[in-house]
């Protein structure tokens, strides 16, 4: 199924995270079952060169990808659309015009600003064309921040964006808070990503969020959230090599929450 | 002989144009004949990394390497020129200020504001100094839209600028018509690829064009055109394959139209 | 296709062959239509990593893939395997005793020595097991010597030996002969390669061999030749430079056979 | 602590098994508290280059790292050594001569004839010399196959010696059964394992053991194993994977036994 | 030492330069024992991915690691830091609002807008939080140019803002002088370094240096510069053997000025 | 120059050693002004891809190159030719027919075995052929160890073989003693190689050494050696970074013998 297949279809959909530099592990988390896959090139550690390897590596399971792209930069969408991915989710997006620039990055005229040369992205797409492909792909803008809560119906609104992707760590950090992905229940800070929710509700698109555990995620999917990242990579691996060797030892396993020894738990 | 010879002598050049991140290729397609070669770090599958080793691979042979740059971006053509690159190729270009910045980045001062490092431009070049670099470096920007149409002659009147290199499937697309670089002789999309020829005749700049067929780079050349591609590695690549394979199963081969199935066929 | 279902099937399959050490011109050859690609990490310039990530991208097409491994040793071949290769061609066999130990490097227990790890081998492989393996996997020994083709009747009767691929470069060259994959018909070097056919056909083994031209692949396809390489990545990129160069400038293309520019037409 | 510590120290050791070929994934391995960490270049995806890299990433933290060498071969493991391995695991050693050789590619004349230049190896090690080297370094063979078990004796006398590792898949499919890590308690299978284990405590050699469960894992550390793995990287990634996926999804998790979907259960 | 505790200490700094793309030469940097160690991503001929493996190389030892961007673009700097820069180093700062916009991105919220994601940057530190690692992290900014020069002080003056670092051979260049880092003393080109020095005395703010040579190295800590470059990896490199090889063919040595052949003498 | 001419000049050669795995050190290595440059895949932290690269790199300058291989393999030394090596380095050499099998794997047919895929070694070589390969390419035995000593004039009698390479530190290590580049003139250790130098000039074969100091080359130069090594790129960082730092600290340098720190004097 192809990102566009998922968002017509309308259901709950769990994505994985890459934010290790490899094309094995992209492929291994292509074929985990996850319907989609997010190649991170902002806090994953992850330039251009692995990420292409990443798509190709991702390209042999059926599961489609996501890049997040570092920057809302024309060049940054449009490479990683060339190089395979669908979908692009742009971080920090504060207002309707940077949301419109990062569609447009995405989208061949007349809908865009995209450049013509689909070096991977047309390969194996049955007549490819910017039609064709301006259907095919999807953009998520990161809510984030103090201005993208403000100017967050505007954001929503921007004709062709598909999705809102919240960064639960930013938009507790940038609103005095501590940055963390799995705020308690009640709390203002899950109050905030509640606020997103309720506006991608009222305007129509898909609300998406990063967690860090499978209790944040059941909590966000039940609170109406359609595209769910669990866990990154980093984070599946340290969580179960600390449940293991814990197990072996006998010890309890340190809680998740330790992040200082992996930096993982971000977003 | 350097790129600034080529442009001093004024004939016809023919390069080659590279998308597929090897510096093997690279060699090879520097030894294959070609004038120049341009490496393609805008639709090419090509990251930094690689490119710079593709500029070593070309310093082997004694032909010039061109680089064309994923945006109009200081830093992306002053590492590209560090790396060893002659000449910049700036996508995009749509206004006489972009194009003045473009410039600006390939030149050290006062000509422009690129920063001295020279890490291999500088080597084996005999007397190595902004002068000298300043005169050897060689920039050319890309009419390929509506704006950039519009604007041409303040475009082509930038000081500092040697060259215009025509992108025909953007230049198709950005005016409503299908992404190709090979239109029908005496079509609308043919007749923005000759105003743009006759704009460089009128202000004195080389004309260049990025063609997929021998047969449109002889019309390119016909009609006064003095840089143009012929193909890329990945279309070379692909021409070759299918026309051995058609061969040796005694079929037709498949016309190089069919685009879905390598997407190289771009710019 | 697999490999095996392709020889279970009988026809004459027409390969492509990947010199160039890139993911991305490994998935162009695989998306060619050729029946097979194999990775040269005996004489392209493509050493473990580079294979491993190539032979991830010839997973994203149907193309079944082969690699030559750099010499006839076990953990070469595993690795090779492991990997994601279906199929091994080994190079300079010469006794029974080494086609022998190749087959054993190819296959698990009870038929060969196989180590237990196939980390990407069973990744999509529905019941992957020793036995599934074993059926799956196919493996070719390279005749090209004197000894050779002395006991080729002893190597091609070992059993679980799929296929003879013919190296004539090799083959010449180790019989006093200029190393040329298109020897005169009718000339004693000829005579060598079909020499080998013979044997295969005695033998009941599938005759393969490497050429470098689409003459020379259609002369060994009408000899009876089952398994045909038609030219490397390399060699059919410099086929197609050096004629669309000299095409547009309206020269006649160097021959072919000028090896000095590119040193691609070996086997 | 280096390995010869916690030999010396005769504790159970608990070990991290890295198939992902990333120096970020081998840092995140040697730092989620395993007691040592293992490059595996037999069966991970991994090469001399990517090796070197994950040497390096394990240096940033105090986890001692052995490398798995692809064979039995004096030049793997004295460039595992150089790159900064402090232990060595051998494949496949099935008779004395073979783990003598093994013990002296790892030590340095006058105990063996490992050649001089601690590339890496030498750095940040007080008085490097062949005798602080030789001391340091540990070397462990594998018993996996049928001659293996029937000079088991004679290899665990081989002067140097540290550890015998025991590969369970390789020991069960070179002995007729299935090739899994987890045998049924009380199989033959698991007597083969076993009565390596008598072995080496008859012989006064360490006894190590690959394994792909915390259940597995516990079951050979009470039954005497000193060294021990519980998964690889890639077996605990799906692991992880798995589960969150099916929780979120509200499923039963897919049997870890399900192969198919990773081929990391292997060694 | 953190660079912070080293610029807490008030004493002169040496730091050692990498051009080189390897993380082999950047663990080599770090211990030879100088104070700290800088990857220059700006004419370095380094990209991401080297980046991210020399900061890990640079990790295994103690010396604390900058990174110079290659452009002042806040993902340049977000992603160095991710990746376990402790301190950055922004090019061509010409204005406050640059060195303001340099400050903000280095710096988590309310000090500045870093997004949240430390994937290595919280690797091994205790208690990593934004107030920690705002406060760990320093911040460079360059003054190279002639407006640089004539907003000085505000630029200094920005808050957060720790160092000034002056580039001889920008600063000269941009003001109509040859391009070196060894100006005559009582030049003119010296006496806008000692100007900026001043600014940095009278501003608070540390004054650091760009040096090519022993002596210009040991000119400037006279003169109160406290973070003092001797010289790049690549420069250390050609004087050493130049110096070898002239001495065992018994010639003077070519001075060091001569740039054409190393291109290594920028900044 | 190429090897073969150097040869046949019969001089004095002064060399050049990468152990840092980079084709942008390997560049500047070869623009130095050595007579020769010598990749080191046994001790130097260089795989095969990175020498492939580097091998590229010096091909840039007119330098040419030697690769030491891991070890005397055929595949080896045959990758490391096609990859553009004009000679062969061969460590551990003990014996005639260990000789033998070098001179063969670096000979075509008739003199050798190495098989036909010049697929670099034929660029930019007019008329290569198997005869113009045979002559231009040399090889060197080391003669390290004490069978190495006692067959020395049997293996310097192996017809094709042109150089005997004497690595100091291993020849000290296998007869008892400390392992050193610069053993005491006057000394049992100093005395062996003497004796290996009288072997060459008795064979006619070409006398080379590896050291680790101007003192030592010079000192080698005057005895009659002809093909030396001054120091390996590490050795020279690292000797003109300790010279700097102290220099600039107002120290005396570390004394180069403290091989903890850099463990780059071997061979």
């Given at each position: 199924m192809t990102l566009r297949e998922l968002f017509d279809d309308g259901g709950v959909t769990i994505g994985g995270w890459c934010a290790i530099p490899s094309a094995f592990s992209a492929e291994l988390m292509g074929r985990f079952g996850f319907d989609w896959v997010c190649v991170d090139?902002?806090?994953?550690?992850?330039g251009y060169e692995q990420a292409a390897a990443m798509l190709q590596a991702l390209s042999i399971t059926d599961t489609p990808a996501w890049v997040r792209v570092p920057w809302n930069q024309p060049d940054y969408i449009m490479k990683a659309l060339d190089a395979g991915a669908q979908g692009i989710i742009v971080p920090m997006v504060e207002t309707a015009a940077q949301a419109r620039s990062a569609v447009e990055s995405v989208?061949?005229?007349?809908a865009g600003v995209r450049s013509w040369g689909p070096i991977r992205a047309s390969?194996?797409?049955?007549?490819?064309s910017p039609e064709v492909a301006n259907k095919r792909t999807v953009v998520a803008a990161m809510i984030e921040t103090v201005d993208g809560m403000k100017n967050m119906d505007e954001i929503m609104s921007v004709?062709?964006?598909?999705a809102i992707y919240v960064g639960p760590s930013d938009l507790g950090l940038t609103h005095g808070?501590?940055?963390?992905?799995?705020?308690?229940?009640?709390s203002a800070h899950e109050g905030l990503i509640l606020e997103v929710l309720a506006g991608c509700q009222r305007n129509g698109v898909v609300p998406g969020v990063h967690t860090d555990s499978v209790e944040t995620a059941l909590r966000r999917r039940d609170a109406g959230f359609k595209m769910i990242t669990v866990m990154s990579d980093a984070l599946l691996l340290r969580a179960a090599a600390s449940s293991a060797l814990a197990a072996v030892r006998g010890q309890t396993p340190a809680p998740a929450a330790t992040t200082s020894t992996s930096g993982s738990s971000y977003a």
């Open positions: 090139m902002q806090h994953g550690l992850i989208k061949y005229p007349p390969l194996g797409v049955e007549g490819y004709s062709g964006l598909d808070m501590v940055p963390t992905l799995s705020p308690e229940p009640g």
